[in-house]
């Protein structure tokens, strides 16, 4: 009978651990989603057409923490999951000038709207010279 109360004992601490183990990961993870942010909006030019396969980075101003991503056929953007902080969103597309906004400032579970208006860049020329 020895035998036998030690196995069943065995076996309910490994359940046990097992089960610790996952109340700690399924923990860890919701905490992890109660305290993030998002970032979104449409990025336009000046007649609001959708600019499409613009490159938006935001950084967090305190952390240097960066996410990216791409505006869609609609032109809009979603950074998700990023930590509480201030951010500076830059936007780059081929034929307009860069923009950046500082100051922008996500809170946790919340979703902060940032709408880009993007300029036409100046044409520039490029010469090459070779010797020969």
């Known amino acids: 009978m020895d035998a036998c109360h030690r ?3 065995v076996r309910i601490t490994g359940c046990l651990l097992v089960s610790a183990c996952f109340a700690v990961l ?3 993870q919701a905490s992890a989603q109660l305290l993030q942010g998002t ?3 449409n990025v336009t030019d000046s ?3 959708a600019i499409v396969g613009a490159t938006v980075t935001a950084q967090n101003q305190g952390t240097s923490f960066t996410r990216d991503t791409v505006t ?3 032109g809009e953007y979603t950074l998700a999951t ?3 902080g201030t951010y500076t ?3 780059k597309a081929l034929g307009f000038e860069t ?3 500082t100051g922008i400032v996500v809170n946790a579970n919340e979703v902060t709207r940032a709408n880009v208006v993007m300029v036409v860049g100046r044409v520039n020329e490029t010469v090459t010279v070779s010797a020969q």
Do not use: C, H
Request: charge should be neutral.
């Open 99 to 101: 923009y950046t906004q």
């Open 47 to 49: 007649s609001q057409a």
């Open 7 to 9: 196995s069943r004992d």
């Open 89 to 91: 969103v830059t936007v």
């Open 26 to 28: 399924f923990a860890r």
């Open 82 to 84: 990023l930590p509480p």
């Open 39 to 41: 970032i979104d909006g």
């Open 72 to 74: 869609n056929a609609a």
